[in-house]
């Protein structure tokens, strides 16, 4: 079957999908053990299209006046190579190796993406071919018609504040401000909030902010009203994406739990974090979540990283007529870096079998000292492993 069977062989919880609780037997379910893969795979054929039921109608629109919006996100989506250094980048050896082109790097989840209401990536880097105005070790662009990579991947948004978003200066920031609008991806970063609108009506707001250079203080005095801002716009639904924390921690450190549950505090759905390239757990706060670190993606930076774990993380919300929201269910569908074993590809693939359980114990022993270091503030880490089963819709 085509890829989107994947998509559930692979997943950490199922959604609510009508007519699926009556059919699916739910003692397959483990306390504590991950699914079989047989499992999801029985599910996925019971769902029939994503957004259909038997009769023709789409699932999303509930009886009540109600909308489910699903959210993807992932890590570091980092494309092209360092303008600096002579000869052909990895990225580009590795495209020319490709039939599928451009469409390589997300070719193994687009159909995962597709399936969303909106998928949201961290875009580390820049789309020009001005040259590097950085002195950084790294320094990443690729040329504007590279953005490719996003919209065949369906990708409809980005997070466009990192430390690499300047390393080609004003102009190159301009240059991928430019190539993103004329492709029609949204993006959020210092110059401003943006709003996506889902095919069902739905209006996203989405922020993001880089704590780096003293920035924390700016944060917490703007975002209270930031995120006011997009409600008075019609924002249903507030998405906050944070640059934060250490490169190559696996656990969050003391600075980024409180701003965290602050933006919450402040009125956001969902906090999305970077930075670390590593994975790390998610919290849920007051109803909501945070995600800490989700990692790299497509990750051109490293041929050989000592880590290609990683994870596509998605929300749903259940949108009430005159704006509400309630969180809907999360899951998480662990993934590699790479679709080959010993190196790295920049071909995020969804895993399988064995490596399902293993990413998902890792997150467990993770969830473990979060919770350990940060007793004193009564932190819980989200259980990865299915739980119950929502039926209410």
């Known amino acids: 079957m085509k890829k989107t069977i994947v998509i559930v062989i692979c997943m950490l919880m199922i959604w609510t999908l009508p007519g699926l609780a009556e059919t699916l037997d739910l003692s397959l379910f483990g306390e504590g053990e991950p699914p079989e893969a047989s ?10 299209q994503w957004n259909q039921r038997e009769d023709g109608s789409d699932w999303r629109y509930l009886e009540d006046g109600s909308v489910l919006v699903t959210i993807s996100a992932t890590g570091d989506i980092t494309i092209g190579g360092d303008r600096r250094k002579k000869g052909t980048s990895v990225f580009d050896k590795q495209l020319a190796e490709q ?14 993406f597709a399936a969303d209401d909106m998928t949201l990536v961290n875009f580390e880097g820049t789309l020009t071919t001005t040259k590097s ?17 996003l919209t065949s991947g369906n990708v409809e948004a980005v997070s466009l504040e990192n430390n ?9 920031y301009s240059d991928t401000c430019a190539a993103l609008e004329n492709a029609g991806i949204l993006y959020c ?8 609108t889902t095919d069902t009506g739905i209006h996203i707001g989405m922020l993001a902010y880089q704590t780096f250079n003293g920035n924390y203080p700016r944060i ?31 656990v969050p450190n003391e600075r980024q739990v409180p701003l965290g549950r602050a933006t919450i505090d402040a009125g956001a759905d969902l906090v999305i974090g970077h ?31 000592d880590d290609m774990d990683t994870y596509i993380y998605q929300q749903r919300f259940r949108v009430i007529p005159g704006g509400a929201a309630e969180n809907a269910g999360m899951r998480i569908i662990p993934c590699s870096i790479s679709s080959v074993e010993k190196s790295n590809n920049f071909q995020p693939t969804p895993k399988e079998g064995e490596a ?38």
């Open 99 to 112: 039939e599928a082109g451009l469409a390589f790097p997300l070719l193994n989840v687009r159909d995962i």
């Open 133 to 149: 105005a950085t002195k950084n070790t790294y320094s990443f662009a690729a040329p504007p018609e590279y953005v490719e990579v």
């Open 356 to 393: 399902v359980s293993e990413l998902l114990g890792r997150l467990y022993e993770l969830n473990a000292k979060f919770e350990k270091r940060y007793s004193e503030l009564g932190v819980k880490a989200v259980n990865p492993y299915p739980t119950t089963w929502n039926t209410s819709y």
């Open 164 to 172: 690499h978003v300047m390393d080609h200066g004003e102009q190159g």
């Open 220 to 250: 917490y005095a703007s975002i209270e009203g930031d995120i006011a801002a997009l409600r008075e716009q019609g924002c249903e639904l507030v998405i906050v994406s944070y640059h934060w924390g250490e490169e190559k921690d696996y």
């Open 39 to 48: 499992v999801w795979e029985e599910a996925e054929m019971q769902t029939r």
């Open 189 to 196: 970063g210092h110059l401003g909030s943006s709003i996506y």
């Open 275 to 305: 930075h670390s390239h590593r994975m790390n757990p998610v919290e849920e706060y007051k109803g909501r979540y945070i995600c800490y670190s989700l990692g790299n993606f497509s990750f051109a930076g490293n041929v050989r990283p």
